[in-house]
């Protein structure tokens, strides 16, 4: 990097460290920014006091409970406890607090308070929520959603009758009904009752009830009930509810406690009951089986002995005839069967008979010979006769009451046959007997002794616990304790004045800050004289202060109005210091001075004639040549016509004398531009401007240049280069700082060694204290307004608003 462009980045206000905070500017933008400043805390002053007096008041209330565990209790030699075994150090508090913020909870709470209507009264601003304090009540029935809505409005105007005001399908309605009546309406029904005589105050009260759906009533208590933990080693719950009534509130946090009470000892009862449930079922079990073994012990003991039978070996082939008689019964029973299935599934007569030659049954083979020349028959008549057929018909019939006769015939067997069974195994129980008591003892009555005996001991083991149980039962109580009953406070918890002003007063300062961030960097125009001697070596000639005393639509001669003026005291300080500029110049060169700007508006023209009038002041014949040709001000600042001038005399039309126009200061004169030509830069070069120039000097001590803007146009450079003194004009808060770079580019390129600057257009107020003017006038005439934004200078359009976001 060269050491030239060093040197303009550090005049450019640039830092080879990085960005470097211009403190100046900083003060500058703050100062700036002190209405919009007032503005922002003005206007969340303002939201906070709207949303303090609009907001209705949040209540908290809040109960705190101790969970608590019961002693275990002995059941079967088992250890059985009302938390199924869980010990009180793992105590599940957080299966409690999802128990109290269930959805079942909530059904709860729904059914013991009456919640499905909100009732306020109405205020010129706000309303406020009521609970419990309404000299009426609502039920309703709704048809539909469309039921729900903004709400009902209730004017009481007597005992008797109220007037309805309400909006149905988008219409606005409004009706007087009777208390106690049912008003139909198209989305359901409501009823309206006094609960109370009515006060002379509620007659003069508008009240507001809001029915809800269930689902929303759900929705509300789950988003204001809040369950925490409040002491983890003391097992403490604090219970809280936010509304805005106190006393609903406080309400709602006494029924989730007092149902969760009752869902505490219905859980416990129901872990009882269920045991109890069991226990029944056994016993019942239990009590059966002793019955049955007991029956069996009735009977086994009833059975007579076998006098006759002493000997061990014929008792047991009397045993074994018996059982074989058994043997060949039960198979003559499977046989029986057998023609009872055959039957059902519609079986030829054969089968029968091969059955019935096995069984040896005389009646019944004769019955199934029967049927067997039947079915032969009944072929034989098919053959030759339709289904529909009478003779047919009558076979058919035939044939299936001997079927009916034949399985009437199958069971009666079946049924002797079971019976002599179970009279041949009454026989072999008591020779049995006979054979054990014979030999020492019988086990099958020890057997059914020991067997009453273990369930006489269970029968008695489940009666105790059953006891022991529904004694635990009655016992149940809450497993918590309420340490702390329900109460809310009497300040609400939202909005907090505090809390808001606060919040409003921090928004302010970011928003603040953030807007004189944003303007710091968006600020890209000159402000102080101090920020054009870091960017420029230039010398700076002076300041002039803004211009109030009157409005004006374009630029004018003022100094000699009043002398005395800050402004005319700017002016004399320019043209002491232009004096000293002056003084190291050639005599011959220290004729002309040259005033231009960047682009139109920085008041190049304002400068110029003051600055031209105060130089006349001093007593030096000065003449104020308008070289703007493109777009001429000068007659104007003067109130004289563009009739001829400078184009004139360059062209030849007219001579010097004739463009010569006097002005209300006697030593300084002015040559208008004259008509508009076509070729204004080619006039300028010409050798008629330099003869123009000498013709002048021997009338005049000073020629002063208005050119044009040398940021638009090549004429101004032109003009300045026949100047020993050029004037750059600067407009405070309205000159870009990129400006100076062109000021820069001008005495580099164009070699304008001896350029200086005036800052204009100075607000005369405190942020601007690095102008320090160096004269103690009062401001109060200050300054003045013109200019435009672009080459041609146009009066600024008067603000509407007195200060800008970005300027």
Known sequence: MSTDFKVQEQAQGYSPQGVEIDFDKLRFVIFKSLLWIILIFGIASAIAYMYLRWTPMTYNAYSIIKLEVQSSKNFLNQEYSVYSGISYESVNMSGEIELLKSDLMYESVMDSLDLSVSYYSLGEISYTELYNQTPFEVHYQSYDHQFYGEGYIVQILDEQQFELKYEEDGNKQSKTYLFGNTIQLKHGEITVNLKRPLLEESLALSYKFVPHPKEEIKRFLNQNLNVNIDNRKANTLIVSFEANNKNKAVAIVDAFIRNYKEKTISNKNQGHKQMLHYLSQQQTIVKDSLSRYEQLYKNYTSLSQFSGLKDQEEILNRVQELEQQNALLGTNIKNYENILTLIADDSSAIYLEAIANVIEDE??????????????????????????????????????????????????????????????????????????????????????????????????????????????????????????????????????????????????????????????????????????????????????????????????????????????????????NLDFLQSVQQDNQNKIISVTSTISGEGKTFVSANLAGMIALSGARVVLLDLDLRKPKIHLAFNEDNTQGVSSLLVQQASIGECLRDTEIDNLKFITAGPIPP???????????????????????????????????????????????????????????????????????????????????????????????????GYGYGGYHYGGDGYYEEAPPKKKFPFNLFS
Request: aromatic share 8%.
């Open 679 to 777: 070729n204004p830069a080619e006039l300028i070069l010409s050798n008629a401007f330099d003869q123009l120039l000498e013709d002048l000097k021997k009338q005049f001590d000073i020629i002063m240049f208005d050119t044009p803007p040398v940021g638009l146009v090549t004429d101004g450079i032109i003009a300045m280069r026949h100047a020993s003194v050029p004037i750059y004009v600067t407009r405070a808060e309205y000159s870009k700082t990129s400006f100076v770079k062109n000021i820069n580019h001008i005495i580099d390129n164009k070699k304008f060694k001896n350029l200086s600057i005036v800052l204009n257009c100075v607000p005369a107020r405190k942020g601007y204290s690095n102008y320090d003017y160096g004269y103690g006038y």
């Open 363 to 576: 009646q019944l083979s004769g019955l199934v010979k029967t049927i067997r020349a039947m079915e032969t028959n009944l072929d034989r008549v098919t053959i030759s006769y339709t289904t529909e057929t009478i003779a047919r018909k009558q076979q058919e019939d035939l044939l299936k009451a001997n079927h009916n006769a034949l399985s009437e015939l199958a069971n009666f067997r079946i049924t002797l046959l079971k019976e002599n069974i179970i009279e041949n195994r009454k026989v072999i129980q008591k020779l049995q007997k006979t054979f054990y008591s014979n030999i020492g003892g019988d086990p099958v009555l020890k057997r059914i002794n020991k067997n009453m005996n273990v369930y006489e001991d269970m029968a008695s083991l489940f009666a105790s616990k059953i006891i022991e149980v529904n004694i635990v039962k009655a016992s149940t109580v809450e497993g918590f304790r309420t340490i702390a009953p329900a109460t809310a406070s009497s300040t609400p918890v939202a909005p907090i004045p505090s809390k808001v002003i606060g919040l409003s007063i921090a928004a302010s300062f970011f928003l603040s800050i953030i807007m004189i961030l944003v303007r710091y960097i968006a600020h890209n125009k000159i402000y102080s004289i101090k920020q054009i001697e870091k960017q420029t070596n230039a010398p700076i000639l002076g300041v002039v202060p803004e211009y109030q005393k009157e409005e004006m639509n374009f630029s004018q001669l003022v100094i000699h109005k009043n002398p005395k003026s800050s402004i005319s005291e700017a002016f004399r300080s320019l043209r002491t």
